[in-house]
């Protein structure tokens, strides 16, 4: 298997992975409620406005002790991962390998910065932003 196969396996499993993730959460959209932080934690997370049905406030009820951290939770509820992982599938399936070139760009993988039969610019940018990295190649 090639160092471009071995990426587009890695990146189709890490997907997969993070969608099955994403499926079996608590479905949103999922909302920020804040509480006064003199009294009580900062923040809790819930599927309705005032809701904390997802994340309870503070250590009781989860963890979510400062509000900055629950409106990055909200921000990355199962919904938003999902529209993200589609996209990026989109965008994986526009640059597979056609007779050793990128079928959407055109490049050919020997022509790489990276090394022969190495995926073009677009699928190794997308694979770093799942976390590829030549440490992961190795494995």
Known sequence: MTD???LVVWLR???DAAQLD????????WHVTEYNWQTDFDAGIGTSPGDVDVVGHGYEGGGVERVEDARHIVRHDPAAV???IAADRKLL????NVAGKCDECGRGYELSDWGPDFPCATVR???EGWGWTEETSGQ
């Open 82 to 84: 999902l529209r993200r």
């Open 125 to 127: 940018l997308l694979a």
């Open 4 to 6: 471009a196969d071995q």
């Open 93 to 96: 399936d526009l640059h597979q």
């Open 22 to 29: 994403a499926e079996a959460a608590t479905p949103g959209p």
């Open 13 to 15: 499993e890490t997907m």
